[in-house]
Nanobody, 115 residues
Framework: QVQLVESGGGLVQDGGSLRLSCAAY????????MGWYRQGPGKQRELVAT???????NYADSVKGRFTISTDNAKNTVYLQMNSLKPEDTAVYYC?????????WGRGTQVTVSS
């Protein structure tokens, strides 16, 4: 059974930093790509950042220059370093791991940025 374990969320002040982690357990297929998504209050879930198995990254315009996605392939873990956080970054953050034919989602971790 595949399980995604997220950690690192919390409460931080405007301008602060947090680092999210998402570790995947039980995978038997190779990972195609990994990513982070978020859903703010009253909003739809949106892409934050993705990274392919080859290391190519993609970021939402709203986080470019502030967030960095990275992986530890040996540990099947994806990270999201978030700097210069803003109140509008407040959301539940979800990791997603894509293997051939299927997407696995984490349960989400809350990030709250106070002004």
């Amino acid at each position: 059974q595949v399980q995604l374990v997220e950690s690192g969320g919390g409460l931080v002040q405007d301008g602060g930093s947090l680092r999210l982690s998402c570790a995947a357990y039980g995978l038997i297929f190779s990972i195609n790509n990994m990513g982070w998504y978020r859903q703010g209050p009253g909003k739809q879930r949106e892409l934050v950042a993705t990274i392919t198995s080859g290391g190519n990254t993609n970021y939402a315009d709203s986080v470019k220059g502030r967030f960095t996605i990275s992986t530890d392939n040996a540990k099947n873990t994806v990270y999201l370093q978030m700097n210069s956080l803003k109140p509008e970054d407040t959301a539940v953050y979800y990791c997603k791991i894509r293997v051939p034919t299927y997407d696995y989602w984490g349960r989400g971790t809350q990030v709250t940025v106070s002004s």
